[in-house]
C-alpha cells in the first residue's frame, strides 16, 4: 500500500514537471525613421546574465514576439540589411509579463 501511494506521487510530480512554466513575452515593432514596418528584421534576445539566445524575425507588419521562460535583464538586438544595428535593454521582471519594445532602424551600417 505505502509502495502503491509512493509511485502514485511521484507519477504526479514528474506530470507537474512536464506542464510549461509560464513565460513572459518581449515583443514590439521593428520600423524605419518614416514609422514604416520592417519585414524581416533578425531579432535576437539576448540573457545578460547567461547569454542564452532566442532569435525570430519580424513579420510582414514589423512585428516579433519571443518568449523567455527567466525574469532578468536581456538584450534586444534588431539587424537588417542597409540598416543600422539597435540594441535595447530590457527588463523582466515576472513570469507571465508582455513587455512591448518597439525598435527603430536607421538607414545605413549592416549590408
Known amino acids: 500500500m505505502v509502495r502503491g501511494v509512493f509511485v502514485h506521487v511521484a507519477f504526479c ?4 514537471m512536464a506542464l510549461p512554466l509560464e513565460a513572459a513575452t518581449v515583443g514590439g515593432q521593428v520600423t524605419d525613421a518614416t514609422g514604416a514596418a520592417v519585414p524581416g528584421a ?3 534576445l539576448r540573457g545578460v546574465a547567461t547569454g542564452e539566445e532566442r532569435v525570430t524575425e ?5 512585428r516579433f514576439n519571443i518568449d523567455t521562460p527567466a ?9 537588417r540589411v542597409g540598416f543600422s544595428e539597435a540594441a ?24
Not at 13 to 16: I, Q
Not at 58 to 62: D, F, I, L, R, Y
Not at 93 to 103: F, G, H, R, S, Y
Request: charged share 15%.
Open 13 to 16: 510530480a514528474l506530470l507537474l
Open 88 to 111: 535595447r535593454t530590457v527588463v523582466v521582471m515576472a513570469a507571465e509579463e508582455t513587455l512591448d519594445v518597439p525598435v527603430q532602424l536607421h538607414l545605413g551600417g549592416v549590408t
Open 71 to 79: 525574469t532578468g535583464a536581456y538584450l534586444v538586438i534588431v539587424t
Open 42 to 44: 533578425r531579432v535576437v
Open 58 to 62: 519580424s513579420n510582414t507588419e514589423g
